[in-house]
């Protein structure tokens, strides 16, 4: 119910304030195309020979364990970061920093209480906090909608240090929307937050991508509150990486061979656990959980 | 000299406005030194407050002590000598400590050094020990028209700088891993910043001295945050503050015999005592009208979180 409420509005962002701006990305469009690309830092290679188109509208779950290169992927994503190998483009075009077509939503972190900032002027940050000088009155409509549009209204002109983890997540998103952006890039928004919450956050970047058209990279260790929702998975292992529906990747001998150790995954209602025996494993456990 | 525990006297020390007409006119460069600083140190403080900066500024403020006790040694001008001192110690804190716990240790260990060399230029110094004190916990004697001058030059270059840089500023203080994905050059705008704060500081101790600087580069930021979050309102509170304790600090000791810096700083501490309390009960009640209806959206029976201040 709410999920369906949070889509209306969704769309009413998309065609409202801007209305003769191109929808985000038509559906189906590749967004993000990797090329036998390649990261790595001195002789230690983080992945290499990635191949992945992603169209408008997908919701790629990112998977594997620390130190995989999940974060140093959004990097390159952010054009903070140049690939060792292969190309990289979003929306046809080499990725820079600043670009406005990629949305940023960082994991949660408890932010100062008295940090002299309310929901509405993170938001408002994500439209123009980027271009100098001090800025202009205005912009208030444009907000309210991005706040209505994750059902962060009420608490607008709450100080963010005071909101709980999930809410500030969905003021994130509202912020990361700001540029309208046609790939969102999502860097373990759930860590910290409890289930219920993080089933809340997922659902709700789940109605985004359907609404914008948005296309969704979710880096994320918590793989059954987003399994609902995902589209392909990338894993990206010590031992190579996979790209697939979630199926077809997350299986017993893929993640064996991605790991190079003995990996058994277990579904039981609709969850998935990823059990390994050594300590190569532990955080995959946490996966699981 | 005054008996110590006659309280008569010691009120028309602190207290005396006999001639005020007559004195008022003598303080001209103050008070304008005063307003320069008020400005400066509100706006200023609003970032040191974002950024958390407030031990850095303590440190970068021994260090424009130990140089202009240095200028004062070599008789070169005082405000040249704090400005050089403040500006080494903060660019080498915004190039050594960019996480705050490198930036603490850092800072403490600057800070003795600059204080030490201060104490020894001071020691050398054969001149007026009022001037020497002065440095340290704020001028009694009037700003003249050259340090003036030099105050309204560094205001312009703070206050211009600033408002250039405002907004990516804040984005990079509040929101940093989000400015630097949305391509705010984050480290440029922190060295830009400690040069400006450094500029501030050693404007600030000018008149307050160096070991009171924080009441007016951080109290009166402190003070507006507790009453207010928004961007708007902070900074115009701020400056407020910071005016009304700088102007107010030189009104009330314009009869007196001891230094300015004591009535700034109460004035300050008053106002910030004023803003705290209000700004707990505010917190205790709930900010503004949101309890209700943002149990609504987060979900049955789950009330928000509020984190108190105190």
């Known amino acids: ?289 | 000299m005054t008996s110590v525990v006659d309280p008569g006297a010691w009120w028309s020390r602190l207290f005396d406005f006999t001639d005020y007409g007559a004195l008022l006119p003598l303080v001209h460069n103050s008070l304008i030194a005063g307003a320069l600083l008020g400005l400066v140190g509100g706006l200023v403080g609003v970032f040191v407050m974002q950024r958390d900066l407030a031990f850095a500024v303590h440190g970068v403020s021994e260090l424009s002590f130990a140089g202009a006790s240095a200028a004062l040694l070599f008789s070169v001008d005082v405000v040249l000598g704090s400005v050089l001192g403040s500006l080494l110690a903060a660019v080498l804190i915004g190039l050594l400590g960019a996480r705050a716990r490198d930036r603490n240790s850092i800072i403490g260990v600057l800070m003795p050094f600059g204080l030490g060399l201060g104490v020894l230029c001071l020691a050398l110094y054969p001149g007026r020990a009022a001037n020497k004190f002065g440095l340290l916990t704020g001028q009694i004697v009037a700003v003249d028209t050259t340090r003036v001058s030099a105050m309204a030059v560094i205001t312009l270059v703070v206050v211009g700088g600033l408002l250039l840089v405002w907004r990516p500023l804040t984005f990079a203080s509040v929101d940093p891993e989000v400015a630097a994905a949305r391509g705010v050059p984050t480290r440029t705008l922190s060295m830009v910043f400690m040069v400006l704060l450094g500029l501030a500081v050693a404007m600030a101790v000018q008149i307050v001295g160096a070991l009171l600087v924080l009441s007016l580069l951080i109290t009166p930021a402190a003070a507006a945050t507790q009453i207010s979050a928004s961007p708007r309102m902070v900074p115009l509170l701020s400056v407020l503050f910071a005016e009304v304790a700088a102007l107010g600090g030189i009104l009330l000791a314009l009869g007196a015999s001891v230094p300015i810096s004591p009535y700034i700083t109460t004035i300050s501490f008053l106002i910030w005592v004023v803003c705290r309390s209000v700004g707990s009960r505010r917190t205790r009640r709930g900010w503004s009208r949101r309890a209700a209806a943002a149990d609504e959206v987060d979900g049955a029976g789950h009330a928000p979180v509020a984190t108190p201040l105190g």
């Not at chain 1, 949660?108 to 002299?116: A, E, F, I, K, Y």
């Not at chain 1, 990823?274 to 996966?287: F, N, Q």
């Open chain 1, 1 to 289: 119910m709410h999920q369906g409420a949070a889509r209306g509005t969704l769309s009413s962002v998309r065609n409202g304030s801007d209305s003769h701006s191109p929808l985000s990305a038509r559906p189906g469009e590749p967004v993000l195309r990797l090329e036998d690309a390649g990261l790595a830092f001195g002789d230690r290679v983080l992945w290499s020979g990635l191949d992945l188109v992603v169209s408008a509208g997908e919701f790629i779950t990112v998977l594997g364990p620390n130190g995989s290169g999940k974060t140093t992927l959004l990097r390159a994503l952010l054009g903070m970061q140049p690939l060792s190998s292969g190309r990289l483009s979003i929306r046809g075009a080499p990725p820079h920093r600043g670009s406005r077509h990629t949305g940023y939503v960082p994991q949660q972190r408890s932010l100062d209480p008295v940090t002299p900032i309310r929901a509405r002027d993170l938001v408002r940050l994500g439209i123009d906090g980027d271009r100098w000088g001090v800025g202009r009155h205005g912009h208030r409509a444009e907000v309210d909608e991005l706040l209505a549009a994750v059902g962060a209204s009420a608490y607008a002109d709450v100080p963010v240090g005071l909101l709980s983890g999930g809410e500030q997540q969905r003021v994130r998103i509202a912020q990361a929307l700001a540029s309208r952006p046609s790939l969102l890039l999502c860097d373990e928004p759930l860590l910290s937050l409890d289930l219920r919450r993080q089933q809340e956050v997922t659902a709700l970047i789940d109605a985004t991508r359907r609404a914008t058209g948005a296309a969704v990279l979710f880096v994320t260790h918590e793989i059954n509150p987003v399994l609902p929702y995902t589209d392909r998975v990338l894993y990206l292992g010590p031992h190579g990486h996979a790209v697939g529906p979630p199926d077809e990747v997350l299986t017993s001998p893929r993640l064996t061979a991605l790991y190079g150790t003995p990996i058994e995954v277990l579904r039981a209602q609709g969850r998935v656990l990823i059990v390994g025996d050594d300590a190569h494993t532990h955080h995959l456990e946490e996966a699981g959980a």
